[in-house]
Structure formats: structure tokens, C-alpha cells
């Protein structure tokens, strides 16, 4: 198992985090530093990559692209096993308006993803007693596409190092439910939809 | 608002979603969890059979390789539906085709329209990722058997390469038990996937098999499935037959009537 890849790649993000927030309290004014640092952290629930997921993730082209970095966590109690898993993500926000100076809706993400499940059973590269080609897809990555929306606020922006706090919706899918859903039209459209939301704190 | 009041929204919100909508959201394609009527479907379908009013004729309708074919497969479902002939349906493997959870859920959700019971064999399809696990929690023992009207069904998994060929599938040991004789039955037939003339099949323990099959000389057919094409014939010397049921896909199943220790098989288009 990849506990222990699971574990430093948490550990890095956690330090990550906590350095982004600890380091501007701490007034370190070195703008190289800076520059490595995560532009965001995020919480989400579900959206197919975890039961929880955290992430970090860098922001481009006048915050329009996203690049984020989740481990998502799977329980027990909502599964036969508990799972463990990373994503990538890339996020283009197509629309932003200003609602007000402390609110901008963002009503059009528009996203893509990789996911990969950590366990023997869900490799990536064939296992050698296959055949070449024997099976075409890998139970251990995947990668899907997602629609959202996000409302972006100055919550947390007084009293903490803070920029603000934003609040996104997102619905997707990914390749093995549309592959399923493909010449299927008694398989329901919502059923290979996965839905899920977060909370994300900017620096 | 105050950071509080928002932990309070949120908190709310996650209780709402927990209670009401649990399947509107996806943790991951492999977590399992499903609800009653997606759990021991072997074992409360041979309860089921086992209640059922029976005369010296059975009448099975075979189907298997659903994949993902799932149109095809509600076009069997309701084939089978009119066909009042019908004692239970055999599934003969991959059920999943990527071995995904929510395969099996889907897989499942057509053959739950079935009037008459019906078992599902393990596909070398349905064991990809955790897909055994999903198969145990829906469908139970990866090998089991049932006795009805003296003939016992035995269910075997064959998927040997799932396993690496590590020698134990199928297990030799179960079936040379299962089909010992005794007073409750006087004939078996044997349903697999993978048949052993299939590289997907140890070789190793291919003579094993067939030894075993015909050691008590009471197996009166076997039935799998894997090539998707119909055939019947005698990969062995003794004279056991092989019956290769078609895949959902051609739009035909084959039907298997078993009376005084004989059978007959008809395909049946739909």
C-alpha cells in the first residue's frame, strides 16, 4: 500500500497551509518565498474524489485557471473499506462578476481531473499476468470533467492573514460512467453525475 | 456573517445531505454501499426458488457478458418476463465491466425486474479493482450450490488469471465436494465463466478439473460463458457437454430444459 506516499504528500500539503497563513502573520517579507506558497486551501465533500478531500493549489492568468491538489478520504463508515486517494485539477473560471467590494460570483467553472485510488487492486500499468491490451482502462486513474459555480467573500479576511473565503458547487463525471453511459438510455443521467461542494480560504 | 454563524450553515447543510440525498453524491467510483435489495442476492434468490411451486421439468434462461450492455440487458429482462416457461434465470459473469460498484448497482437494477429468481456467476470483469468485494457484498460466495428438484447447481469461479494463476481457481478441492453423491440429488450441472479451454483458465489445473467433473459421473451438463457466442460441445474425452450461452449483445438467450435427467437447449431471440 501507498500509506506512507499518502502520509508526506499530506504532511507537505499541512505544512504548506499552515506556512501560507503563519508566514504573512509572522511578517517574512521575502517575496521569493512567497511565491511558492499555495494561493489557496480547500475542504471539499464528495464531487467522487473523497468523502473529504483537502487540497492546495496554485491560481494563473489573473486568478482564471486553477491548479489544485487533493487527498481525498473515504471512511469506513460510508464504504465496505476506507479509501485513500489523490486528484489533479485544473480549473478554468470563465465568467466572474463583481457583485459588490465584497462579493464576486464566479457562475462558470469549468474543469478537468485526474484521480487515482491508492491500492494493488487499483493499478495503473496492466499487471504483468495480463496480456498486452487485455484490459484498456485503469482501475487506479481515471480522469473525468466538472461544471460549478463559486461565490468568493471577504469572511475570514479581518481578523486572519486571509484574503477572503469562497464557496463552490460542482457536478461531473468521469470517463468509465460516461463510457458506461454510452448507447444506454435506460442508465439515468444523473447516476454517472457526481456532485459535490467546498470551501476554499485564500491567502 | 460571522465565522460561526457560517459553521453552523454548514454543518446544517452536511446533516441535510447525509440524511436525504446520500446518493446524489459520489465519494469515489469504488465505495460500496448498498442498500438491502443490492445485498445476498444468491442467497435470498435460492430462498426464493426453493419456495417456488415446481414440477419435474426446469427451465432456465441463460443469459451473461452483460458488460456494458445495459439496454440489451432490460430487452432480456423483459423477454424472459413473458415467457411463462421460465423456473430462474442464470447470469453467467461480468455483470461489470470495469468492475466499478456502481456496475454491479446497475448490472443489478435490470435483473431486479425479473419475475423469477435468478444467480449471478463471478466474471473475470466483475473482480477488476475492489469488484470482488462489491460481488461478495451483492451476490455472496464467489463458489456456491444449491439443490432444486434433485439437481444441485454448483457455482464455480474460474477467473483464474484475476488471480495470477496462483493455483486455487477454480477451487478443485470445493467442487470434487460439491459434487460427491448423496440422497438429495442425482444430477448436477456446473456453471463457470471462463471455460477451461480458455487461456484465461490455469492450465495446470485444467485435467484437475476435468477429472473432477467427471469423477462421480453425475455431472449432466456445465454452462458458461466469457466468448459471448453459442456453441454446444465435448472439449473431453468422457462425454460431458460443454453449453456456451450467448452474450446479451446478440439479442438471444438460450434457454436449458432439464427433465428426467435429460436436456434440451433452444435459443430464443428478442
Known amino acids: ?90 480549473t478554468a473560471k470563465l465568467l466572474r462578476y463583481k457583485i459588490n467590494p465584497n ?35 485503469s482501475p487506479g486513474r481515471n480522469s473525468g470533467v466538472f461544471l460549478g459555480g463559486e461565490i468568493k467573500t471577504k469572511l475570514l ?10 464557496f463552490y458547487v460542482r457536478a461531473g463525471s468521469r470517463g468509465l ?18 456532485f459535490g461542494f467546498g470551501v476554499a480560504v485564500y491567502r | 456573517m460571522s465565522m460561526r454563524t457560517t459553521l453552523k450553515i454548514l454543518l446544517l447543510i452536511g446533516i441535510f445531505i447525509n440524511t436525504s440525498c446520500e446518493d446524489l453524491f459520489d465519494y469515489s467510483p469504488y465505495a460500496i454501499d448498498f442498500s438491502d435489495e443490492n445485498r445476498d442476492i444468491n442467497q435470498r434468490n435460492i430462498e426464493r426458488l426453493l419456495n417456488c411451486k415446481n414440477d419435474d421439468t426446469i427451465t432456465i434462461a441463460f443469459t451473461g457478458d452483460t458488460h456494458r450492455f445495459f439496454d440489451e440487458t432490460e430487452l432480456f429482462v423483459s423477454a424472459v418476463n413473458k415467457n411463462p416457461a421460465i423456473d430462474f434465470v442464470i447470469h453467467v459473469g461480468d455483470i461489470a465491466d470495469f468492475g ?23 466474471g473475470n470483469h466483475d473482480l477488476v479493482g475492489n469488484g470482488s468485494q462489491a460481488y461478495q457484498e451483492m451476490f455472496g460466495d464467489l463458489n456456491y450450490s444449491f439443490i432444486y428438484t434433485s439437481i444441485k447447481f454448483v457455482y464455480i469461479n474460474t477467473n483464474s ?15 470434487d465436494n ?48 466469457h466468448l459471448h457466442h453459442h456453441e454446444i460441445y465435448k472439449p473431453f474425452a468422457d462425454s460431458i457437454p460443454f453449453v456456451n450461452v450467448f452474450g446479451v449483445e446478440h439479442l438471444k438467450y438460450n434457454s436449458i430444459k432439464i427433465s428426467n435427467n435429460q436436456f434440451e437447449v433452444e435459443t430464443i431471440e428478442f
Do not use: C
Open chain 1, 177 to 194: 460512467y460516461i463510457a458506461s453511459k454510452f448507447g444506454n438510455a435506460t442508465i439515468p443521467l444523473n447516476d454517472i453525475i457526481e
Open chain 1, 103 to 137: 462579493i464576486e460570483l464566479m457562475p462558470l467553472n469549468f474543469g478537468w481531473f485526474i484521480h487515482h485510488t491508492f491500492g494493488s487492486e487499483y493499478w495503473i500499468k496492466l499487471p504483468d499476468h495480463y496480456p498486452a491490451e487485455y484490459y484498456w482502462w
Open chain 1, 157 to 166: 479576511s479581518n481578523k486572519t492573514p486571509a484574503s477572503g473565503t469562497a
Open chain 2, 161 to 175: 488469471r484475476e488471480f495470477k494463476f496462483n493455483g486455487n481457481v477454480p477451487d478443485i478441492k470445493w467442487l
Open chain 2, 178 to 225: 460439491q459434487l460427491q453423491p448423496s440422497i438429495d440429488f442425482t444430477k448436477a450441472v456446473v456453471i463457470f465463466h471462463v471455460p477451461p479451454t480458455d487461456s484465461d483458465f490455469d492450465a495446470s489445473l485444467k485435467e484437475a478439473f476435468q477429472n473432477s467433473l467427471a469423477h462421480y459421473n453425475n455431472v449432466l451438463l456445465t454452462v458458461h460463458g
Open chain 2, 100 to 122: 466499478l460498484p456502481k456496475q454491479y448497482l446497475w448490472g443489478n437494477s435490470y435483473l431486479l425486474k425479473l419475475n423469477v429468481p435468478y444467480f449471478v456467476v463471478i
Open chain 1, 1 to 90: 500500500m501507498n500509506f506512507k506516499i499518502v502520509g508526506i504528500i499530506t504532511l507537505l500539503m499541512l505544512v504548506a497551509g499552515v506556512k501560507t497563513f503563519g508566514q504573512v502573520s509572522q511578517n517574512y517579507d521575502s517575496t521569493r518565498y512567497k511565491k511558492f506558497l499555495p494561493d489557496y486551501v480547500k475542504m471539499q465533500f464528495a464531487g467522487g474524489i473523497g468523502f473529504i478531500s483537502m487540497g492546495v493549489g496554485y491560481t494563473f492568468f489573473n486568478q482564471k485557471l486553477e491548479v489544485s491538489y487533493f487527498y481525498g478520504y473515504v471512511p469506513e463508515s460510508v464504504s465496505t473499506d476506507d479509501l485513500h486517494s489523490v486528484s489533479l485539477q485544473l
